[in-house]
């Protein structure tokens, strides 16, 4: 298995070792991402390891360890700070590491020189959570770890509530022991007919509460093929969560930060942010963040009351008191996971008020900006495009 990158592969240190992998199992609630694509044997896992591997190889040497050692701590910010990386080195820009700056001794993540052309580049990831919120949803996914390893050879359990009551971590046996031993009394054949009957939300349950967790769970019964099978989840369906919006706020937050970090600088200025939050799944969060809260307006003229759809000013180019962040030259926000990269989506904006403004025509990427008061897009390459790789490059032999 190969793949195309436009890149010679310099010898250095590899990400995931190689070596012989069996394990088939799906990864666990609270696993570590690393631990899991570095055991998987899975064919999608191991495309993506070799992908990452040569991505690595490409990166500096003398940066390799220290990344490979962040790669096994913080997976999601290691993977894009690499992702970044790569994806403008194969734009034909040269790349410089951590960069000194005049004034200052903070270093932004890369310099990039391009037809005698400097920029300093800056990548932050953005997520919907907060770390209370991340630290909850941990303690969730421990339980849900502890669950599905119940003995149940007749059934699959649909999670309908599940509520941690205190601040500590639950006990769990007491309610594992009490759904082995409640599952066991019923006849999967009689909760088939049952389910058929009565519909999803009414079938048998079994509840357990107590001082710290309440826990209901519904029998969903296995096809009888799948009865004597030891192996496999217990749990076949969690409870439903829904959003609205979410990354709009977090998008701004993680730019600001980014753009007060190191004040007047002496070269373009752009901030990379990924948007990788479950919330704000379109286009909506991040257009909003970048130029301003979508909103219609009216003139209070009424021989002409121009009703039209407008942008408030609360986003992270203009504010309420006029234009912002304006040592910042662009700002590109992407969508991007180690399993969506070709087809990841992502928003480069330049600044319509900078004072280091950029030549955004240096770039491959699709791009946005502002002329007379109108918001233009100049056509470029996907990140598949740019990277050759194939949008089903996990499920396909490459």
């Not at 019923?186 to 357990?208: M, R, S």
């Not at 826990?215 to 217990?234: E, M, Q, W």
């Not at 991007?336 to 403004?357: C, G, L, Q």
Request: charged residues 30%; proline residues 4%; contains cysteine.
């Amino acid at each position: 298995m190969t793949y195309t990158t436009g890149m010679t592969i310099k010898a250095g240190i590899t990400l995931f070792d190689h070596k012989n992998r069996i394990d088939l199992d799906p990864s666990h609630h609270n696993e570590n991402i690393f631990d899991y694509y570095d055991r998987s044997a899975r064919e999608d896992v191991s495309k993506i390891r070799q992908l990452l591997n040569e991505w690595l190889l490409n990166y500096p040497k003398s940066e390799q360890l220290e990344l490979k050692k962040r790669f096994k701590k913080t997976f999601s910010s290691a993977f894009y700070e690499l992702f970044i990386y790569t994806l403008f080195k194969h734009q034909g820009f040269e790349i410089t590491i951590h960069p000194e700056i005049p004034n200052s001794n903070k270093r932004p993540d890369f310099l990039l020189k391009k037809n005698n052309y400097e920029f300093y580049v800056e990548a932050k990831e953005a997520r919907a959570k907060t770390e209370a919120e991340e630290a909850f949803e941990k303690r969730t996914n421990q339980l849900y770890d502890s669950l599905d390893k119940i003995k149940s050879p007749n059934f699959l359990l649909k999670i309908d509530e599940l509520i941690i009551k205190s601040t500590n971590q639950p006990s769990i046996k007491k309610a594992i022991d009490k759904i082995e031993r409640e599952a066991s009394k019923y006849d999967p054949d009689k909760i088939a007919a049952e389910l058929n009957k009565i519909g999803l939300e009414n079938v048998t349950k079994i509840i357990h509460d107590d001082d710290n967790l309440k826990l209901i769970v519904s029998l969903i019964p296995k096809i009888p093929s799948a009865r004597t099978i030891d192996k496999g989840r217990a749990i076949g369906m969690f409870p439903m969560e829904s959003f609205w919006g979410g990354m709009e706020e977090s998008i701004k937050d993680s730019f600001t930060k980014k753009a007060k970090k190191y004040g007047e600088l002496d070269k373009p200025y752009f901030i990379c942010i990924n948007a990788i939050g479950i919330l704000g799944d379109g286009d909506f969060d991040v257009e909003n963040a970048i130029w301003g809260s979508l909103a219609w307006t009216w003139s209070t003229n009424p021989n002409n009351r121009n009703e039209r759809w407008g942008r408030g000013n609360d986003g992270i180019f203009l504010g309420k008191n006029g234009p912002r962040c304006k040592n910042v030259s662009g700002v590109l926000v992407t969508k991007v996971r180690e399993y969506n990269i070709p087809t990841a989506s992502y928003w480069f904006a330049k600044h319509p008020f900078s004072d280091n403004a950029a030549n955004f025509e240096l770039f491959n990427l699709t791009h946005y900006s502002v002329k007379a008061g109108q918001i233009t897009k100049q056509t470029g390459q996907t990140i598949g495009e740019i990277l050759n790789l194939e949008p089903l490059w996990l499920t396909t032999n490459i």
